[in-house]
């Protein structure tokens, strides 16, 4: 489960993944905003701007290898595939540009990735 700023407007939103590999979001309110099959279970989430945009994406960590990069409508806007079951996904600067954010991801072959979402 993550918290952040999705849409830009100040308020918190809330994303929480399910072992039925639905992820759920919801407003500052409670409201669902939508929910997306993920086709693997998510091992670990977070809300962070990865783009540079005024909005954040939501970022998932899932069994299936891929961590999953969705935008605050829900789309999938970036993927990346490793070599066993994503572990962790954390936002983070690594290139010295402080307009992006990078992500370092664990996988549990003993990989750690560095990526950054591109357009």
Request: hydrophobic share 45%.
């Amino acid at each position: 489960m993550a918290t952040g700023d999705l849409e830009g407007d100040g308020r918190l939103e809330t994303a929480a993944a399910s072992r039925n590999y639905m992820l759920y979001v919801f407003d500052a309110d409670g409201t669902s905003l939508w929910s997306r099959n993920l086709l693997s279970s998510c091992r670990d989430v977070i809300i962070a701007d990865v783009m540079g945009e005024a909005a954040s994406e939501v970022i998932c960590a899932c069994e299936d290898g891929q961590v999953k990069v969705l935008d605050a409508a829900g789309n999938l806007v970036g993927w990346f595939q490793g070599g066993g079951w994503m572990r962790a996904v954390a936002a983070c600067e690594l290139d010295g540009n402080p307009v992006t954010k990078e992500l370092a991801v664990t996988c549990d072959d003993g990989s750690v990735y560095g990526l950054q979402v591109v357009e």
